[in-house]
């Protein structure tokens, strides 16, 4: 099946929101271009009033009548170079506009997506889809649009100025005409908008034909897909699945054929019964052979001119659809905004969680009435198993998300402030994390590290010493060397990529800094020399540090174990060895995991 169109109320909706955007992206181009649209429209009729006065002409001559045949030559020659002077200025009119049209659209998805500045939004599987959508088309979609859009005017422009010319053959004669195509014209445009080529389709069937050829083709899957031979299998379902959606497709095209056949048996019974009838009238010298001329070319140009809108037609729902989409992605609501009046932010860092409980969308809760005190200063591991809500904590402290019950405060005493009324970009500019799906920009190793930051010499270089990233660097491979094959860039291994997103955490000036899993691409023996270095970076900080190896919460003024969403143990190390509850069992399972490795760290 294909996608189904928007509703024509809303395509005229997204056309009226979608001119003036146009307009504004660069005006005096934009008039130009469709002026010249409107020119190359009218020509069409220029030229068939022409040829008919050249007819006429050469029959007064073979009549012995004076005829200005080179004024005619003339104006033929003049309207030909006018179309193709008017074609290249509007071709390259519509290269300058739609090279500002696609900047503006693309400026104002950017500016969208900082506006957006939870995670509650972007991880909904349909937004999420749409995004991709739009970045997919951002780059091509706004030419495609504006050269639909000057061409349908042109189809317009013309449609009606050869019908225009029929007038001279009989007022009645244009009317007839166009309610003989009209039909066909409607029937055409629903033809057209079955798409010609699977690949364009945004349906299921064709976007899971497209991810097996991504699979196949990505560099990301190509030590599966060698591995494992994947390669047969995928080009076989690919083919397998294309074939299937292809039959359906030509069924649907077959049946729009045999529905188009009673039209155009209509528009060639009154196309051919108006040829009829203007050979019967020039036979009876009520007309000239030039009007019979006319008529051929007129109904010829009509037809061609008709069925061009209704492709354009076609064309231009499938284009103002990306644009609908466009608009509902600007008019998006997002549930994680700053406030309009936002608090000052509270001298003192102490964090406090009251009660806080938090669901995912149409999930089960990742957290349940959560109570917790973090003092400022103070280092904290948070542990526990997979799915215990370690990772939900830390996006509520960072505000990706808000509870769904319960607040979280900042400050101390009677300057405690919930943080939803804080700042949102002021709280974060004082916390820097290092995720476990931390981001691999492929730019420079600087420019990771800075993130567009001023650059502070003495702040790098400790960053680069503690996080273990000097290491990396060698006599080739230094802080300017470009990263990633897409620009055929340095490559780093995982460990090494782990070192340099902490790196550009610990370059931020933060108060708050939250580790999350930051050495799990790590041996070892370098994750105790990077630990080594938190423990001193950590000191006036207020250090969040989520971990599976419990070898790491050595450093930690306290330690959390969560289960279930709930933090069922709080305490030193010490302590909760002691206590001889889930953190111990944690503890001996993984000291078990190291007692017979040579060479590795035993924790105990």
């Given at each position: 099946?294909?996608?189904?169109?928007?509703?024509?109320?809303?395509?005229?909706?997204?056309?009226?929101?979608?001119?003036?955007?146009?307009?504004?992206?660069?005006?005096?181009?934009?008039?130009?271009?469709?002026?010249?649209?409107?020119?190359?429209?009218?020509?069409?009729?220029?030229?068939?009033?022409?040829?008919?006065?050249?007819?006429?002409?050469?029959?007064?001559?073979?009549?012995?009548?004076?005829?200005?045949?080179?004024?005619?030559?003339?104006?033929?020659?003049?309207?030909?170079?006018?179309?193709?002077?008017?074609?290249?200025?509007?071709?390259?009119?519509?290269?300058?506009?739609?090279?500002?049209?696609?900047?503006?659209?693309?400026?104002?998805?950017?500016?969208?997506?900082?506006?957006?500045?939870?995670?509650?939004?972007?991880?909904?599987?349909?937004?999420?889809?749409?995004?991709?959508?739009?970045?997919?088309?951002?780059?091509?979609?706004?030419?495609?649009?504006?050269?639909?859009?000057?061409?349908?005017?042109?189809?317009?422009?013309?449609?009606?100025?050869?019908a225009a010319t029929l007038l001279l053959v009989g007022w009645w004669v244009p009317l007839v005409v166009v309610a003989g195509l009209l039909p066909l014209l409607s029937r055409q445009m629903q033809f057209y908008r079955l798409g010609w080529s699977l690949f364009i389709q945004n349906?299921?069937?064709?976007?899971?034909?497209?991810?097996?050829?991504?699979?196949?083709?990505?560099?990301?899957?190509?030590?599966?897909?060698?591995?494992?031979?994947?390669?047969?299998?995928?080009?076989?379902?690919?083919?397998?699945?294309t074939r299937a959606y292809q039959n359906t497709l030509r069924a649907q095209r077959t049946r729009g054929l045999l529905a188009l056949l009673p039209f155009e048996a209509l528009s060639l019974l009154v196309t051919g019964g108006l040829f009829a009838f203007v050979v019967a009238q020039?036979?009876?010298?009520?007309?000239?052979?030039?009007?019979?001329?006319?008529?051929?070319?007129?109904?010829?140009?009509?037809?061609?001119?008709?069925?061009?809108?209704?492709?354009?037609?076609?064309?231009?729902?499938?284009?103002?659809?990306?644009?609908?989409?466009?608009?509902?992605?600007?008019?998006?609501?997002?549930?994680?905004?700053?406030?309009?009046?936002?608090?000052?932010?509270?001298?003192?860092?102490?964090?406090?969680?009251?009660?806080?409980?938090?669901?995912?969308?149409?999930?089960?809760?990742?957290?349940?009435?959560?109570?917790?005190?973090?003092?400022?200063?103070?280092?904290?591991?948070?542990?526990?198993?997979?799915?215990?809500?370690?990772?939900?904590?830390?996006?509520?402290?960072?505000?990706?998300?808000?509870?769904?019950?319960?607040?979280?405060?900042?400050?101390?005493?009677?300057?405690?402030?919930?943080?939803?009324?804080?700042?949102?970009?002021?709280?974060?500019?004082?916390?820097?994390?290092?995720?476990?799906?931390?981001?691999?920009?492929?730019?420079?190793?600087?420019?990771?590290?800075?993130?567009?930051?001023?650059?502070?010499?003495?702040?790098?270089?400790?960053?680069?010493?503690?996080?273990?990233?000097?290491?990396?660097?060698?006599?080739?491979?230094?802080?300017?060397?470009?990263?990633?094959?897409?620009?055929?860039?340095?490559?780093?291994?995982?460990?090494?990529?782990?070192?340099?997103?902490?790196?550009?955490?610990?370059?931020?000036?933060?108060?708050?800094?939250?580790?999350?899993?930051?050495?799990?691409?790590?041996?070892?023996?370098?994750?105790?020399?990077?630990?080594?270095?938190?423990?001193?970076?950590?000191?006036?900080?207020?250090?969040?540090?989520?971990?599976?190896?419990?070898?790491?919460?050595?450093?930690?003024?306290?330690?959390?174990?969560?289960?279930?969403?709930?933090?069922?143990?709080?305490?030193?190390?010490?302590?909760?060895?002691?206590?001889?509850?889930?953190?111990?069992?944690?503890?001996?399972?993984?000291?078990?995991?190291?007692?017979?490795?040579?060479?590795?760290?035993?924790?105990?």
């Open positions: 099946m294909t996608q189904p169109s928007l509703p024509a109320r809303d395509l005229w909706r997204t056309l009226r929101l979608t001119l003036p955007d146009l307009w504004r992206a660069q005006p005096l181009v934009t008039a130009g271009l469709f002026l010249s649209g409107a020119a190359q429209g009218a020509l069409p009729a220029v030229t068939i009033l022409i040829g008919k006065w050249t007819v006429d002409g050469v029959s007064g001559l073979l009549a012995g009548q004076s005829v200005n045949l080179p004024a005619l030559a003339g104006a033929w020659a003049g309207a030909a170079l006018l179309s193709q002077v008017t074609a290249t200025v509007t071709q390259v009119m519509q290269g300058v506009a739609a090279d500002h049209y696609t900047l503006h659209v693309n400026q104002r998805l950017i500016r969208r997506m900082t506006e957006l500045q939870g995670l509650d939004v972007l991880e909904d599987p349909q937004f999420h889809d749409d995004i991709e959508v739009l970045q997919g088309g951002a780059s091509h979609r706004p030419l495609n649009l504006l050269s639909t859009l000057v061409y349908a005017l042109r189809n317009v422009v013309a449609a009606i100025s050869v349906t299921p069937e064709a976007r899971e034909v497209n991810y097996l050829s991504r699979v196949a083709l990505r560099h990301e899957y190509a030590k599966e897909v060698r591995l494992y031979g994947l390669a047969p299998h995928l080009q076989r379902e690919a083919l397998t699945r020039a036979q009876a010298g009520r007309v000239g052979a030039g009007s019979v001329a006319l008529v051929v070319t007129a109904l010829a140009a009509l037809r061609q001119e008709l069925s061009g809108l209704a492709e354009m037609g076609s064309i231009g729902t499938q284009h103002l659809s990306w644009f609908a989409k466009l608009d509902a992605f600007l008019n998006a609501p997002g549930g994680v905004q700053s406030p309009a009046r936002p608090q000052p932010m509270p001298a003192g860092g102490t964090i406090t969680l009251e009660h806080v409980s938090f669901a995912y969308r149409d999930q089960p809760p990742a957290l349940r009435d959560v109570t917790l005190t973090i003092p400022a200063g103070q280092t904290v591991a948070i542990v526990g198993e997979n799915g215990a809500g370690k990772s939900t904590l830390i996006k509520l402290l960072l505000r990706y998300y808000d509870p769904t019950a319960g607040r979280i405060l900042i400050g101390t005493g009677a300057a405690q402030t919930d943080l939803r009324d804080l700042d949102l970009n002021d709280w974060r500019a004082g916390v820097a994390a290092v995720f476990q799906d931390f981001a691999r920009f492929e730019w420079t190793l600087r420019e990771n590290i800075l993130l567009g930051q001023p650059q502070d010499d003495a702040r790098l270089n400790a960053a680069v010493q503690g996080s273990g990233l000097n290491t990396v660097l060698t006599d080739t491979r230094t802080l300017d060397t470009r990263l990633g094959q897409a620009f055929g860039g340095a490559d780093l291994s995982g460990g090494q990529w782990q070192k340099l997103a902490t790196a550009r955490a610990l370059y931020r000036d933060a108060r708050v800094l939250i580790l999350d899993e930051p050495t799990a691409a790590l041996d070892p023996r370098s994750e105790a020399e990077v630990f080594g270095t938190f423990a001193g970076l950590a000191r006036g900080r207020t250090t969040l540090l989520v971990t599976h190896r419990l070898g790491s919460v050595l450093m930690a003024d306290r330690v959390l174990v969560m289960k279930a969403g709930q933090i069922i143990e709080d305490g030193t190390h010490a302590a909760l060895l002691a206590r001889g509850g889930e953190y111990t069992d944690l503890w001996a399972l993984q000291a078990r995991q190291y007692e017979d490795q040579p060479g590795e760290p035993v924790l105990a």
